[in-house]
Every structure is written in structure tokens, then in C-alpha cells.
């Protein structure tokens, strides 16, 4: 289902990856997450258009495989692969189901573990990251926020997006980002509710150590900025990692 829906958004999309937030916290995070990539293999799940595959190879990475499960998503990463050569690899594929592309040293997931369901669907993610990395290999992602209050769900308009769900969420409940571009373009998608516990158990029964949530952070130029109070108060994503022994 998930590649129906984003078959019919990725332009949009791929459009709102110029909110500011994407930038001074989404890709700060993710980074400061990270640490040093040079020379590195890295397997980008959920890689929608190429946007974060793209800049981890800039980034150093020696090799950079996205994986994406919108046809349309991987069409745009191609195209932009043929504009501007990076020599990023994609594919289109379920990361449940994804093929043996090998072990890679670092895995990416942004908003990927998000779209599970239920625990089999996440611990179905959690095992196909472990498969792919090499011992002592890193998982590492950014995440709705799963404890990010109900309250604070429609504080997030000026950074281009509103929240909405159930006030007491149970597991599986839909939670609805919706997404207005600078251009007025409006969009939404679905995210799931899991709990921090389900998120901890399918994590260490995928073999994962070291699980553990981090930041949001948000770039250090940017700190004395007030914009960001009610971004970094009450932040509606989260950054993760965890190892594999």
C-alpha cells in the first residue's frame, strides 16, 4: 500500500525536502548520529528519491545502495543519478522482503520503522537492517517520535507540517503528517503508532545491542534562534542507532 501512496506524492515529496527543518535538524541528526562515514559501505532503507543516499555519499561514503519500495521514488532517484552522477545504486524492493545485497558497515533508515504496523512488521525491518550490516556494523535512522505528545501535534505549522492521531494512541494507530510546501502544496501520509517498549523488544530480538533513542540535534549555527523552541521543546521526530555485535 505504502508504494501506492507514494507513487502519487513523490514529487511532492521530494519538494519538501527544502523545509528548513529537513536541513538544520532532520539532516543534522542523522549525521551527528552517523559520525565519520569515510570509506564507508552504507545501505539506505526507505531512500525514497535519493535525497539522503545522495549526501552520504557526499558525505565520504565509499559505497551507497538505496533501497525504496515507491517505483516513482526510485524513477526520480535515477533521473537525478543520470543529471548528476554520484554513482549511488537503487533499487526497488520491501525492505521486508529486500534481497541479499551483501553487509554493508553502516545502515540508514529515515522514517522508515515508522510505516510498522504492528511488532512483526518492525521486527521484520530490524531483521533485514541486521542481515545487511558486517559485525560490529551501526543502524542508524531518524523516526517519528513515538513519544511526542497528541498536544503538541498542531505546533508544528511554521515549520511546514501538523500532526494528527488519536489523543490516547494504541498500538498501530495511524498517526497523519500533513505536509504544506513553500509553494502551498499540501500532502499527507500515515505513520504508525508503536510503543518505546515494542520498539526496544524488536530491536533486541533482531540481535541488535545498544539500542538506544538520540536528539533531535539541531545545528549548532542555529541554537540561539527562537524559531526552533517549539520544534526542539517538544520534538515530533527522533533520531535512533543500535549495533550489531
Same mark, same amino acid.
Given at each position: 500500500?505504502?508504494?501506492?501512496?507514494?507513487?502519487?506524492?513523490?514529487?511532492?515529496?521530494?519538494?519538501?525536502? %527544502?523545509?528548513?527543518?529537513?536541513?538544520?535538524?532532520?539532516?543534522?541528526?542523522?549525521?551527528?548520529?552517523?559520525?565519520?562515514?569515510?570509506?564507508?559501505?552504507?545501505?539506505?532503507?526507505?531512500?525514497?528519491?535519493?535525497?539522503?543516499?545522495?549526501?552520504?555519499?557526499?558525505?565520504?561514503?565509499?559505497?551507497?545502495?538505496?533501497?525504496?519500495?515507491? #517505483?516513482?521514488?526510485?524513477?526520480? &532517484?535515477?533521473?537525478?543519478?543520470?543529471?548528476? #552522477?554520484?554513482?549511488?545504486?537503487?533499487?526497488?524492493?520491501?525492505?521486508?522482503?529486500?534481497?541479499?545485497?551483501?553487509?554493508?558497515?553502516?545502515?540508514?533508515?529515515?522514517?522508515?520503522?515508522?510505516?510498522?504496523?504492528?511488532?512483526?512488521?518492525?521486527?521484520?525491518?530490524?531483521?533485514?537492517?541486521?542481515?545487511?550490516?558486517?559485525?560490529?556494523?551501526?543502524?542508524?535512522?531518524?523516526?517519528?517520535?513515538? %513519544?511526542?505528545?497528541?498536544?503538541?501535534?498542531?505546533?508544528?505549522?511554521?515549520?511546514? @507540517?501538523?500532526?494528527?492521531?488519536?489523543? %490516547?494512541?494504541?498500538?498501530?494507530?495511524?498517526?497523519?503528517?500533513?505536509?504544506?510546501?513553500?509553494?502551498?502544496?499540501? @500532502?499527507?501520509?500515515?505513520?504508525?503508532?508503536?510503543?518505546?517498549?515494542?520498539? *526496544?523488544?524488536?530491536? &533486541?530480538?533482531?540481535?541488535?545491542?545498544?539500542?538506544?533513542?538520540?536528539?533531535?540535534?539541531?545545528?549548532?549555527?542555529?541554537?540561539?534562534?527562537?524559531?526552533?523552541?517549539? @520544534?526542539?521543546?517538544?520534538? #515530533?521526530?527522533?533520531?535512533?542507532? *543500535?549495533?550489531?555485535?
Amino acid at each position: 500500500m505504502e508504494n501506492i501512496v507514494y507513487d502519487q506524492i513523490a514529487e511532492e515529496y521530494k519538494e519538501s525536502k %527544502q523545509l528548513s527543518f529537513r536541513k538544520y535538524v532532520e539532516e543534522y541528526t542523522l549525521f551527528k548520529i552517523s559520525g565519520d562515514i569515510s570509506n564507508q559501505s552504507v545501505l539506505d532503507l526507505a531512500c525514497g528519491e535519493g535525497h539522503y543516499t545522495r549526501k552520504l555519499k557526499s558525505a565520504g561514503a565509499q559505497k551507497v545502495v538505496g533501497v525504496d519500495i515507491s #517505483p516513482e521514488m526510485i524513477v526520480l &532517484a535515477n533521473k537525478e543519478e543520470a543529471k548528476h #552522477p554520484t554513482a549511488c545504486k537503487y533499487l526497488v524492493s520491501d525492505v521486508a522482503t529486500i534481497p541479499d545485497l551483501g553487509a554493508f558497515d553502516l545502515v540508514s533508515a529515515m522514517y522508515l520503522l515508522n510505516y510498522a504496523q504492528t511488532k512483526e512488521q518492525l521486527l521484520s525491518f530490524c531483521k533485514a537492517a541486521y542481515k545487511h550490516l558486517k559485525e560490529g556494523g551501526r543502524f542508524v535512522g531518524v523516526n517519528d517520535n513515538v %513519544q511526542n505528545k497528541p498536544e503538541h501535534y498542531q505546533t508544528y505549522a511554521k515549520y511546514g @507540517f501538523v500532526k494528527a492521531g488519536n489523543a %490516547q494512541a494504541i498500538e498501530g494507530d495511524p498517526i497523519t503528517y500533513i505536509i504544506q510546501n513553500s509553494d502551498g502544496t499540501t @500532502f499527507q501520509f500515515d505513520n504508525y503508532y508503536l510503543s518505546p517498549q515494542t520498539y *526496544a523488544e524488536a530491536f &533486541a530480538e533482531a540481535g541488535f545491542v545498544n539500542f538506544q533513542w538520540e536528539g533531535p540535534f539541531l545545528e549548532p549555527a542555529q541554537r540561539c534562534n527562537d524559531y526552533w523552541n517549539a @520544534f526542539m521543546q517538544h520534538p #515530533p521526530i527522533i533520531g535512533f542507532s *543500535a549495533q550489531k555485535q
